[in-house]
């Protein structure tokens, strides 16, 4: 199954601790799946470049896929792909789901294997993309980042997909919210929409249409720029059911 509109969830948030497991795919995931509009057992694979393809990280990526049920592939660049095809495969998928770590190096790695044009060719047939933290970022022009160290720096040449900044973890870690506010006043980032941890903004084709959380009391926010200052919206997120 496809969107019908090009489709991207952009969060920070989608893991809860696991039970049996190390962690589980929460509410924000499970959505992701949903946008997908698929009647079967959901395809959903995981790309963890941003963490060096941790092996790890990919296993308990995968138990967290089986305990939801999930046809979990993992799409892995390091040291060579893992796929002789990788768009064929990213195009039969219901869900790219982008993992967190080194914005930076994941730009830079996607680039070097030209993923960057395949996920727009995925992103423009349908297919849903989305991600936490690095796998947010990634989508949008611009955003913040520690992947150089702290305190954290602008990153400007993301994807671009999406004509916007982004800015994540805007309420776990103290330095996100003030310099997004700095970056866009000065006109370093565009108009940039950011999340609390366990938020996720809904894209069609370019347009933010939802914000939606798996985390009561968190919120969204647009940060614009206004006469040399940031100007913020909070946008309230709709709760996604627990299960």
């Known amino acids: 199954m496809t969107t019908k509109q090009p489709t991207i969830l952009a969060t920070s948030g989608g893991y809860l601790e696991g039970t049996r497991t ?14 997908s509009g ?5 395809r959903v694979c995981c790309v963890s470049t941003a963490c060096g393809d941790h092996p790890a990280l990919q296993r308990d990526l995968s138990e967290a896929g089986r305990e939801a049920g999930f046809e979990l592939t993992h799409l892995t660049l390091f040291p060579m792909p893992n796929l002789a095809d990788i768009e064929a495969h990213l195009l039969s998928q219901d869900v790219v789901w982008v993992h967190g770590g080194s914005v930076v190096n994941l730009l830079a790695v996607w680039r070097a294997h030209r993923l960057d044009e395949i996920l727009r060719r995925a992103w423009q047939a349908g297919v849903v993309l989305a991600g936490i933290s690095a796998g947010s970022i990634c989508w949008h022009q611009s955003g913040t980042t520690d992947s150089f160290g702290l305190p954290l720096r602008p990153v400007t040449n993301g994807l671009g997909f999406l004509p916007y900044g982004n800015g994540v973890h805007y309420d776990v870690e103290a330095g996100r919210r003030p310099l997004v506010h700095q970056l866009v006043a000065e ?14 903004l809904l894209y069609r084709g370019t347009d933010m249409v939802e914000a939606i959380s798996e985390r009561a009391g968190a919120g969204a926010y647009l940060v614009s720029r206004s006469e040399g200052r940031a100007i913020e919206e909070r946008i309230e997120p709709r709760l996604l059911p627990a299960s």
């Open 187 to 200: 006109g370093s980032l565009p108009t940039t929409y950011c999340t609390d941890d366990g938020v996720g």
């Open 38 to 42: 698929t009647d079967r057992r959901p």
């Open 22 to 35: 190390r962690f589980e795919f929460g509410p924000i995931v499970r959505y992701a799946v949903a946008l």
